[in-house]
């Protein structure tokens, strides 16, 4: 099984967020700040020297490895063929909730998996405002880890009914407006004030992990999003597949995701809320 030294990764994410993320935040010029394909999917200046840096440091971390990152598969759609080889890849988003960063707010991260043959086996999610990382390894947990050095083992909150689950509904992305509306419509039912939309997967993965939250939904699967939280989300307890039941894959990108405490809440939630997709 791949190893990685985490506390080295993380002090990779902290050194490069301190050099080249956290003295651009809040001090964006308007040149700093360009759309890819709208609005609402921004990328900073900062996304992309720190994912640079990130390409730079992290391969010497485990000798072999290859780095694709948000950015860079930006400009070639091409680099996502290299989760299916034979070797080590890191999948890296540099910040995490770019349009949140890019407005002042602290919602915002950096999210790091390392991949061998289309399966996670380390991951890393750093907040550079509070200095508190998440890590996992595959079959050895979940922590987190404070700016002080205080860890904490992570668990999952424990199974709730319908009636008391709260958490993350992204709907934005299903791309048939019927099916969308319907299940919305369904959420405000089931789940009328405990669904929320922050613009971060990040910031979504750690109040999973940290058993703040129950449940979150997405539709848009790229890996640099779900990887990194997907396995800390699996270390700390939790269930999540995609909407037909298939296991997660990073180089996956259909099929929508669930992730919940356990296997009876996902299949509560995939029935009663989101039941019309798929």
């Known amino acids: 099984m791949t190893t990685v030294d985490l506390d080295r990764v ?36 900062a996304d992309e020297a720190a994912e640079r840096e990130l390409a730079a440091r992290l391969p010497d971390l485990f000798p072999g490895s290859i780095l694709i990152g948000e950015e860079s598969v930006e400009h070639d759609r091409g680099l996502l063929d290299l989760l299916k080889e034979h070797r080590p890849v890191w999948i890296v988003d540099p910040v995490d909730g770019t349009k949140n960063f890019a407005e002042g707010s602290d919602r915002f991260g950096v999210m790091v998996a390392l991949v061998d043959r289309d399966a996670m086996v380390a991951a890393a ?33 424990p199974a709730a009914g319908l009636d008391a689950m709260e958490g993350s509904l992204n709907f934005r992305f299903i791309p048939d407006e019927d ?10 039912e089931v789940l009328p004030t405990r669904h929320y939309r922050r613009g971060c997967a990040a910031y979504d993965y750690r109040m999973l992990a940290t058993a703040e939250w129950h449940f979150a939904f997405y539709w848009k699967n790229m890996p ?9 989300h699996a270390e700390a307890g939790g269930y999540a597949r ?37």
């Open 224 to 232: 640099w999003d779900h990887a990194p939280g997907l396995l800390i």
């Open 179 to 188: 099916i969308r509306k319907a299940v919305r419509a369904r959420a405000e």
């Open 10 to 45: 993380a002090q990779v994410l902290a050194e490069v967020a301190e050099q080249e993320i956290m003295p651009r935040w809040r001090n964006l010029a308007a040149g700093d700040i360009r759309e890819k394909t709208g609005p609402n999917d921004l990328v900073t200046v």
């Open 125 to 157: 999610i750093y907040e550079p405002v509070t200095g508190r990382v998440l890590l996992a390894e595959h079959g050895g947990g979940a922590e987190m880890v404070e700016r002080d050095g205080t860890r904490t083992k992570l668990r999952v909150a």
């Open 242 to 278: 995609r909407l037909d039941g298939r296991v997660y894959r990073p180089s996956e990108l259909d099929g929508g995701l669930l992730a919940a405490p356990d296997v009876d809440s996902w299949h509560q939630l995939r029935t009663t809320v989101l039941g019309p997709i798929g």
